[in-house]
């Protein structure tokens, strides 16, 4: 047998108030002038064993009673296995086994305490009952005892949240449609405070058991978000940026975050909780590529770790002429190459320089310029419009102009002195339009 | 009928008329009228007048020679006799002066002294000599029997003199009524009883012994007969101011065996002894109490 208010068993200490009051009832009673005192005298003497008998019955009696109320205050459940039976009964067990209930506390995992007291109940159950089973999916499934047991057995805390106000909602209604005269639900969880949802009287009048571990839940931290930073990665190498999550420990240790991406470990950094890390991590595949960042295991192991994924994209080829790039321009690339991400090659798939020919494959692209000898910039239009450019270089303009670039932040705000007015006639060119200066594109 | 007779009336009604002696002259004039035969005549052998039969009348007195003659139904009447002495013997202790409802019966006390006097007047009337003896530790007053003119007057006058007090001593009355009886003749003991029971009970005997014929009135209080379901209390002697704490929830029933057990004894005891023993609640009309003393008188003869 458990109480499920043991501190009510303190009332237990009025059982010893009974007694007192017999002993130290110190009330003198009223005088009452009586003749027929022999008569009196006689009957208390042939009585008195009687009266003492009575008298303390009585005591017994009402201590009893004290015992009895302190005992009912806390609510006494006696295991099923102790009687005979039951009747029939509609039992509806909501396990909890949301992500919480993975938390460790003295060593053992809370779901595992809700799951054993969850086949305790249905090992109680007899074949007349009818047994449902709601889990963190809020999904009611019906099955025998042994189904269900087998169910139980089966599920692991899950990375979801169980709404249980909605939970015992739906085990009301199953327990009022199922017809029988008795129904029960039984919560089995953690009961986090955020797991309530929206009150609801439906479970009124039926009886509800709640169980929940007697331990407080555990200081916990957690891989909040994992992203790749850009979101596709030229092969090589990328960052991965993690929030870490919890509650503030003051003072409290940092803590290692790592990160591993297809197999192979990356970069490494302490954390406190909450913090943001950026991990770095090679990626010398192109392709789709899943990782995950992870923290040093906690009391709530499910939220240590986060999962992620990468696109990566091998490193364009590009041609340019460094007579027409320049000598920045060609540092810059000649740079790019070096580190990997970008290729020189004349068969590149992107092309720097004038206007491409007619007959360059199609598909291919190219940042074209505008030619240094403004005599040459007819030809180039022509040029664009015969490689299918809907865009053409207007009149130069010689004034100084900010550039406004959202999409571009390398470039937005720098200061522009001479351009050319870029334009286009069809109604879809603004928003093709990556940068503008003084209003233009 | 019944209500123009005082007798059968409650006694807190009777006595609220007047003092003892208009109330016994009323309880005994109502209980010989309802009387369909007089005791009181025919113990005697000398022949007085014949009168008409009247239903109630005991066949024995029915002269046959007469209805063989007239066939008529008439009944022999005799002479009444002084022959007897009677002693009313009653107990002024202070134990008497209690009654458990004072608003809706008379006190033991008050009971006894109209009784008294009721019987007192029904005895003088058929010229037996009646005396009377009041006592509590000690004799408190003590009237010879006479059958003169004035003696009812000096009985009842002797009665409103008496106040209940002190102890119970019995036994001491009972042995100064053998000195006022020299010849045989009644006593009258009227007592509620709280007394050394074996001393009275070989005091009456000894009455009986020298000849006696010996009434005893046990009065009680129904609130002495069954205790009242009240909480604890101390319960007072009020003659000896001794006190005990008692529940009567607890013990009413118990006391109530007690109760029975004890008047059970007291007839059994007196009754073996030749004595008419008759346990009388003070809620009890006098003309009960004066029937069962009238039929004492008639045995006696």
Same mark, same amino acid.
């Given at each position: 047998?458990? @109480?499920?208010?043991?501190?009510?068993?303190?009332?237990?200490?009025?059982?010893?108030?009974?007694?007192?009051?017999?002993?130290?009832?110190?009330?003198?009673?009223?005088?009452?002038? @009586?003749?027929?005192?022999?008569?009196?005298?006689?009957?208390?003497?042939? %009585?008195?064993?009687?009266?003492?008998?009575? &008298?303390?019955?009585?005591?017994?009696?009402?201590?009893?009673?004290?015992?009895?109320?302190?005992?009912?205050?806390?609510?006494?459940?006696?295991?099923?296995?102790?009687?005979?039976?039951?009747?029939?009964?509609?039992?509806?067990?909501?396990?909890?086994?949301?992500?919480?209930? /993975?938390?460790?506390?003295?060593?053992?995992?809370?779901?595992?305490?809700?799951?054993?007291?969850?086949?305790?109940?249905?090992?109680?159950?007899?074949?007349?009952?009818?047994?449902?089973?709601?889990?963190?999916?809020?999904?009611?499934?019906?099955?025998?005892?042994?189904?269900?047991?087998?169910?139980?057995?089966?599920?692991?805390?899950?990375?979801?949240?169980?709404?249980?106000?909605?939970?015992?909602?739906?085990?009301?209604?199953?327990?009022?449609?199922? /017809?029988?005269?008795?129904?029960?639900?039984?919560?089995?969880?953690?009961?986090?405070?955020?797991? @309530?949802?929206?009150?609801?009287?439906?479970?009124?009048?039926?009886?509800?058991?709640?169980?929940?571990?007697?331990?407080?839940?555990?200081?916990?931290?957690?891989?909040?978000?994992?992203?790749?930073?850009?979101?596709?990665?030229?092969?090589?190498? !990328?960052?991965?940026?993690?929030?870490? !999550?919890?509650?503030?420990? =003051?003072?409290? +240790?940092?803590?290692?975050?790592?990160?591993?991406?297809?197999?192979?470990?990356?970069?490494?950094?302490?954390?406190?909780? =909450?913090?943001?890390?950026?991990?770095?991590?090679? $990626?010398?595949?192109?392709?789709?590529?899943?990782?995950?960042?992870?923290?040093?295991?906690?009391?709530?192991?499910?939220?240590?770790?986060?999962? @992620?994924?990468?696109?990566?994209?091998? +490193?364009?080829?590009?041609?340019?002429?460094?007579?027409?790039?320049?000598?920045?321009?060609?540092?810059?690339?000649?740079?790019?190459?070096?580190?990997?991400?970008?290729?020189?090659?004349?068969?590149? %798939?992107?092309?720097?320089?004038?206007?491409?020919?007619?007959?360059?494959?199609?598909?291919?692209?190219?940042?074209?310029?505008? =030619?240094?000898?403004?005599?040459?910039?007819?030809?180039?239009?022509?040029?664009?419009? *015969?490689?299918?450019?809907?865009?053409?270089?207007?009149?130069?303009?010689?004034?100084?102009?900010?550039?406004?670039?959202?999409?571009?932040?390398?470039?937005?705000?720098?200061?522009?002195?001479?351009?050319?007015?870029?334009?286009?006639?069809?109604?879809?060119?603004?928003?093709?339009?990556?940068?503008?200066?003084?209003?233009?594109? | 009928?019944?209500?123009?007779?005082?007798?059968?009336?409650?006694?807190?009604?009777?006595?609220?008329?007047?003092?003892?002696?208009?109330?016994?002259? !009323?309880?005994?004039?109502?209980?010989?009228?309802?009387?369909?035969?007089?005791?009181?005549?025919?113990?005697?052998?000398?022949?007085?007048?014949?009168?008409?039969?009247?239903?109630?009348?005991?066949?024995?007195?029915?002269?046959?020679?007469?209805?063989?003659?007239?066939?008529?139904?008439?009944?022999?009447?005799?002479?009444?006799?002084?022959?007897?002495?009677?002693?009313?013997?009653?107990?002024?202790?202070?134990?008497? *002066?209690?009654? /458990?409802?004072?608003?809706?019966?008379?006190?033991?006390?008050?009971?006894?002294?109209?009784?008294? $006097?009721?019987?007192?007047?029904?005895?003088?009337?058929?010229?037996?000599?009646?005396?009377?003896?009041?006592?509590?530790?000690?004799?408190?007053?003590?009237?010879? =029997?006479?059958?003169?003119?004035?003696?009812?007057?000096?009985?009842?006058?002797?009665?409103?003199?008496?106040?209940?007090?002190?102890?119970?001593?019995?036994?001491?009355?009972?042995?100064?009524?053998?000195?006022?009886?020299?010849?045989?003749?009644?006593?009258?003991?009227?007592?509620?009883?709280?007394?050394?029971?074996?001393?009275?009970?070989?005091?009456?005997?000894?009455?009986? &012994?020298?000849?006696?014929?010996?009434?005893?009135?046990?009065?009680?209080?129904?609130?002495?007969?069954?205790?009242?379901?009240?909480?604890?209390?101390?319960?007072?002697?009020?003659?000896?101011?001794?006190?005990?704490?008692?529940?009567?929830?607890?013990?009413?029933?118990?006391?109530?065996?007690?109760?029975?057990?004890?008047?059970?004894?007291?007839?059994?005891?007196?009754?073996? !002894?030749?004595?008419?023993?008759?346990?009388?609640?003070?809620?009890?009309?006098?003309?009960?109490?004066?029937?069962?003393?009238?039929?004492?008188?008639?045995?006696?003869?």
């Amino acid at each position: 047998m458990v @109480f499920l208010q043991p501190f009510a068993l303190l009332l237990l200490g009025f059982g010893v108030v009974p007694p007192l009051l017999h002993l130290f009832q110190r009330r003198r009673p009223p005088d009452v002038e @009586f003749p027929a005192m022999r008569y009196l005298r006689q009957t208390e003497r042939e %009585a008195q064993r009687t009266i003492r008998l009575r &008298h303390l019955l009585l005591l017994l009696l009402r201590v009893a009673a004290v015992v009895l109320v302190a005992l009912a205050a806390g609510r006494p459940v006696v295991p099923a296995r102790v009687g005979a039976g039951h009747e029939p009964t509609a039992l509806v067990l909501v396990l909890d086994n949301s992500l919480s209930s /993975g938390a460790v506390s003295g060593g053992t995992r809370a779901f595992d305490d809700l799951a054993a007291r969850a086949r305790e109940t249905l090992g109680a159950a007899q074949p007349a009952d009818a047994l449902w089973l709601i889990g963190a999916d809020g999904v009611a499934r019906r099955g025998s005892r042994e189904e269900l047991l087998a169910a139980v057995a089966a599920a692991r805390p899950e990375a979801r949240r169980l709404d249980l106000s909605a939970a015992v909602a739906t085990a009301a209604r199953l327990v009022r449609a199922s /017809g029988y005269a008795r129904g029960e639900i039984h919560l089995l969880s953690d009961v986090q405070r955020t797991a @309530f949802g929206a009150p609801d009287s439906a479970a009124a009048g039926l009886a509800l058991l709640v169980y929940h571990p007697v331990a407080d839940p555990p200081a916990n931290r957690a891989v909040v978000s994992a992203h790749a930073t850009p979101a596709t990665w030229v092969a090589g190498a !990328g960052a991965v940026t993690a929030a870490i !999550g919890g509650a503030p420990v =003051p003072a409290g +240790p940092k803590v290692p975050v790592t990160v591993t991406l297809g197999g192979r470990a990356g970069g490494r950094a302490l954390v406190a909780a =909450p913090d943001v890390a950026t991990l770095g991590v090679t $990626a010398p595949l192109a392709g789709w590529a899943a990782g995950e960042v992870d923290l040093e295991p906690d009391e709530l192991r499910a939220d240590d770790g986060r999962p @992620f994924a990468v696109r990566v994209v091998p +490193p364009a080829t590009v041609a340019w002429d460094s007579a027409e790039a320049g000598p920045f321009l060609g540092a810059a690339l000649g740079s790019l190459a070096r580190a990997g991400q970008v290729r020189a090659g004349g068969g590149g %798939a992107v092309r720097l320089g004038p206007p491409p020919p007619a007959g360059a494959p199609p598909g291919a692209a190219a940042v074209v310029f505008p =030619p240094r000898d403004p005599v040459a910039l007819g030809a180039a239009n022509r040029a664009l419009a *015969a490689a299918g450019v809907p865009w053409s270089f207007g009149p130069r303009i010689e004034r100084e102009d900010t550039l406004a670039a959202p999409r571009l932040p390398e470039i937005n705000g720098a200061r522009v002195t001479g351009r050319y007015r870029l334009v286009n006639p069809s109604a879809e060119a603004p928003r093709s339009v990556l940068a503008r200066a003084g209003g233009d594109p | 009928m019944r209500g123009d007779r005082l007798d059968l009336l409650d006694p807190l009604e009777v006595s609220a008329l007047g003092g003892i002696e208009l109330v016994a002259e !009323g309880v005994v004039e109502g209980f010989l009228s309802g009387l369909h035969r007089s005791p009181y005549r025919g113990f005697s052998v000398e022949f007085a007048e014949h009168r008409p039969y009247q239903p109630g009348d005991e066949l024995r007195y029915l002269d046959w020679k007469v209805v063989g003659r007239r066939d008529r139904l008439y009944v022999k009447q005799y002479e009444e006799e002084t022959n007897l002495r009677a002693t009313l013997v009653l107990d002024v202790s202070r134990s008497m *002066a209690w009654s /458990g409802d004072r608003e809706h019966r008379l006190t033991k006390f008050d009971y006894a002294t109209r009784l008294a $006097a009721a019987l007192a007047l029904v005895l003088l009337r058929q010229r037996d000599a009646t005396g009377l003896i009041g006592f509590d530790d000690e004799v408190r007053c003590a009237i010879a =029997p006479r059958a003169r003119a004035g003696q009812w007057h000096a009985l009842v006058r002797a009665l409103l003199e008496l106040e209940p007090r002190g102890g119970t001593a019995a036994e001491g009355a009972l042995s100064r009524v053998t000195g006022l009886l020299r010849r045989r003749g009644l006593v009258v003991f009227i007592s509620d009883l709280l007394v050394d029971r074996d001393l009275v009970l070989l005091a009456l005997r000894y009455l009986r &012994h020298r000849g006696h014929q010996v009434v005893v009135f046990h009065l009680m209080d129904p609130a002495e007969a069954d205790l009242a379901a009240a909480g604890q209390s101390r319960f007072v002697d009020p003659e000896t101011g001794d006190g005990v704490v008692a529940s009567p929830r607890d013990l009413r029933r118990d006391y109530r065996a007690t109760v029975e057990r004890v008047v059970a004894a007291w007839r059994r005891s007196l009754r073996s !002894g030749g004595i008419a023993y008759h346990h009388v609640s003070t809620a009890t009309p006098f003309g009960h109490a004066l029937r069962r003393a009238a039929a004492g008188r008639a045995r006696l003869g």
